[in-house]
C-alpha cells in the first residue's frame, strides 16, 4: 500500500513552460485534492475531485486546470508557468465526508 | 467564511518543556477540528481530532479540546521532545460541506533544543 505518491519530487520551470504534476493513490479513495503550500499562508485548496469524471475549483484555482479520469489518478497541470506559482504542490486524498486527508509527500516547484 | 487562527511561530523549547499551541476558528454550524504536523521534507500527518464539542483528541502525548464556547482548539503537550520539532497545523472540515474539505491555519514551527 503506496499511499498517496507524487512526482516529480523537486522541478524548475522557465516562465512560460507547462508541465504537469502527478498525483496517484491506491487506496480507492473518492475524493482528492490539490493544496499549495507558501510561507505563513498554510496550505491553500487549488482544485479538489469527489470522483471520477468530477472537479471543482478550490480557493486558488487560476493557473491550473485538472482532470479525474480514473479513481486513482489526479494530475494538476500548469498552462504556462509564473513565478508567482513558486510553491510546494501537496496531493492528498480520503473517503468522501471521512475528513481525514492523506498527502503525499510534495513537489517542490520553482519558477524563474 | 470559515477560517483557521492559529499563533505565529517560531516557537523554541527546550526539551522537557510545556507546549501550548493556540488555535482559533470561526464557522458556522459544528465544523470538525484537527491538528496536523508536517516533519521536515515530508508531507502533512493528521496528529489528532476532535467532532464534537467537548471531545478531547489525543495522540503521542499530545492532547487538544474542542471548546465552542470559546470557539479554540489548543494544542497542549506536557513535556516535548526533540523529535517533536516540525510545523504543526490547526484546520476544521465546515459543517455544511458535503466533500472532504478543510480549511488549514497558517502553521507553527516548533523547534526543540536538547
Known amino acids: 500500500n503506496a499511499g498517496v505518491t507524487q512526482t516529480p519530487k523537486f522541478q524548475v520551470l522557465k516562465t512560460g513552460q507547462s508541465m504537469t504534476l502527478q498525483c496517484a493513490q491506491d487506496?480507492?479513495?473518492?475524493?482528492m485534492s490539490w493544496y499549495r503550500q507558501d510561507p505563513g499562508m498554510g496550505l491553500r485548496l487549488i482544485h479538489y475531485?469527489?470522483?471520477?469524471?468530477?472537479?471543482d475549483q478550490g480557493e486558488v484555482p487560476n493557473g491550473y486546470n485538472v482532470s479525474r479520469s480514473t479513481t486513482e489518478d489526479f494530475p494538476l497541470r500548469l498552462l504556462s508557468a509564473a513565478p508567482s506559482q513558486t510553491s510546494v504542490y501537496f496531493c492528498?486524498?480520503?473517503?468522501?465526508?471521512?475528513?481525514?486527508?492523506?498527502f503525499g509527500p510534495g513537489t517542490r516547484l520553482t519558477v524563474t | 467564511g470559515d477560517s483557521v487562527t492559529q499563533m505565529e511561530g517560531p516557537v523554541t523549547l527546550s526539551e522537557e518543556a510545556c507546549l501550548t499551541i493556540?488555535?482559533?476558528?470561526?464557522?458556522?454550524?459544528?465544523?470538525?477540528l484537527f491538528w496536523y504536523v508536517q516533519y521536515p521534507g515530508e508531507g502533512l500527518q493528521l496528529l489528532l481530532k476532535?467532532?464534537?464539542?467537548?471531545d478531547k483528541g489525543s495522540n503521542k502525548g499530545f492532547e487538544a479540546t474542542y471548546r465552542k464556547e470559546t470557539t479554540s482548539f489548543h494544542l497542549e503537550k506536557g513535556s516535548v521532545q526533540v523529535s517533536d520539532s516540525a510545523v504543526y497545523f490547526c484546520?476544521?472540515?465546515?459543517?455544511?460541506?458535503?466533500?472532504?474539505?478543510?480549511?488549514f491555519g497558517s502553521g507553527t514551527r516548533l523547534s526543540i533544543r536538547p
Open positions: 484546520a476544521l472540515s465546515p459543517s455544511y460541506s458535503s466533500a472532504s474539505k478543510i480549511i
Open positions: 475531485s469527489v470522483g471520477a469524471g468530477i472537479t
Open positions: 492528498a486524498s480520503s473517503y468522501q465526508g471521512a475528513n481525514e486527508q492523506y
Open positions: 476532535a467532532t464534537k464539542a467537548d
Open positions: 493556540n488555535c482559533t476558528y470561526t464557522a458556522t454550524g459544528y465544523p470538525s
Open positions: 487506496m480507492n479513495h473518492e475524493y
